[in-house]
């Protein structure tokens, strides 16, 4: 897992318009398993909180890849709303995928709770 120190100084700054240019608070390998289908690597992505352009609202972006398709920016009115509005979406979005039979694994092998394990 790559963290980035959280500097509300530089919030938002240097962050690129899609996942591939921005600078991320978590990048991080995790494991889904399936009796069916076996284990599916995936990687968690949560970017920076940046502004909006000539907007008064900021967003985080997250990618779930393969798990769910593309990137998808989340909104808030200000950079703490937009990252926990993402950090819900990420917990909400693996919580569904344990309920439907693809428990989430850290690479080591342990569960990933997404009650009490931090994502951040």
């Avoid at 530089?10 to 991320?24: I, K, P, S």
């Avoid at 890849?65 to 917990?91: C, F, M, N, S, Y």
Wanted: net charge neutral; hydrophobic share 45%.
């Amino acid at each position: 897992m790559r963290m980035l120190p959280m500097n509300m100084g530089r919030l938002g700054a240097n962050v690129g318009t899609n996942m591939a240019e921005a600078e991320y608070l978590i990048d991080r390998l995790l494991v889904a398993r399936s009796r069916t289908r076996g284990e599916i690597e995936f990687r968690l992505l949560v970017g920076v909180p940046r502004a909006g352009a000539g907007d008064l609202r900021w967003a985080c972006s997250v990618s779930i890849e393969p798990l769910e398709r593309g990137t998808r920016d989340i909104w808030g009115a200000d950079a703490q709303q937009a990252l926990d509005l993402a950090l819900k979406h990420v917990r909400l979005a693996l919580r569904e995928y344990g309920e439907r039979g693809f428990p989430i694994y850290f690479q080591n092998g342990q569960l990933f709770d997404v009650d009490t394990d931090a994502i951040l």
